[in-house]
């Protein structure tokens, strides 16, 4: 089966417009040579692609899953025309890079800020995701650096400390455990939370321990999409919650929550800065690498490709 580019961008305009004469208008074909491309298609895979009607035209089931593929193929040419137009504007490097949550909004804007002011040839994609989906971004290639809990499976992955990450309990303000200064997880596990959604590394350290301990999941009334609105819910009374010590400190201005350390061992975590194992990085990764580990510019070539 082969279909080139210019077979997957015809459907797609096909399927859009709902006629082959429009597709290939949108595609800067002759109707002729439009229709015989979707023939040679229907005909390769055996299977009809287009429902054909006096009012135009529909794709059959197996038309659906070609234009699905057709668009993810177009998007990703289009975003490597993108990239690769930016090394001609004077782009001198691109670092693909993952990062769990508590890093990713604690950490790294700062961090990453100051690199690319000193480094304006580098670009950083950066996506957020849970730490196990940190590493398996890192195994599977799709980016070089990431930056995940040590509570994840970090085997055969190179791994340095970035941060010291410390788990707290936020209430609200006259809450009767506000003037507390430590508890034990047991003493709260039955009552009113507010959380991140499911997927979040946080909340999956936190059931994992839980279950571990009181053998079920701690009651949820709410759940947000960020660490700062996480913090205003409790302040305004919504439940409490476990979130980093940096987030407690800085949302505890605005939020009015109250802070007490948790007296468990989970609540003491890592985040580690992980590449693959044997593999060396790229220049520009190996100097933002020594970038977000403070340091010096020498220390970049030991990460490298160059060392």
């Not at 100097?287 to 220390?299: E, I, K, P, S």
């Amino acid at each position: 089966m082969r279909f080139d580019l210019t077979d997957l961008s015809l459907f797609q305009h096909i399927c859009e417009s709902g006629t082959i004469t429009a597709g290939a208008e949108c595609s800067h074909l002759t109707l002729a040579s439009a229709s015989e491309r979707v023939r040679g298609m229907e005909a390769t895979l055996g299977v009809a692609l287009l429902r054909r009607d006096r009012r135009g035209v529909t794709p059959t089931p197996a038309g659906q899953t070609l234009l699905h593929h057709a668009r993810l193929m177009t998007q990703q040419m289009a975003l490597m025309h993108g990239e690769l137009q930016q090394y001609g504007q004077g782009l001198k490097g691109l670092v693909r890079m993952s990062s769990n949550g508590a890093a990713f909004s604690e950490y790294l804007p700062t961090l990453l800020g100051s690199f690319l002011h000193r480094y304006p040839g580098i670009s950083i994609d950066i996506e957020e995701r849970a730490s196990h989906e940190v590493v398996d971004a890192l195994r599977r290639g799709a980016c070089e650096l990431g930056i995940a809990a040590d509570s994840a499976d970090l085997s055969g992955l190179r791994q340095l400390p970035f941060r010291h990450d410390t788990l707290v309990l936020i209430v609200p303000p006259g809450h009767a455990l506000a003037a507390r200064r430590s508890i034990g997880f047991d003493e709260v596990a039955g009552a009113d939370f507010v959380g991140l959604d499911n997927d979040s590394a946080l909340q999956q350290h936190i059931a994992q321990h839980a279950r571990r301990q009181h053998g079920g999941l701690p009651a949820y009334r709410i759940r947000a999409r960020s660490f700062e609105a996480v913090c205003r819910m409790v302040g305004s009374g919504a439940g409490i919650a476990v979130v980093p010590k940096v987030t407690a400190m800085r949302c505890a201005r605005h939020s009015g929550i109250r802070r007490l350390t948790l007296e468990d061992a989970w609540a003491e975590r890592t985040l580690v800065l992980c590449t693959r194992a044997g593999e060396p990085l790229s220049r520009h990764a190996g100097q933002l690498a020594a970038h977000l580990l403070g340091c010096q510019d020498d220390a970049a070539l030991a990460w490298s490709s160059t060392a």
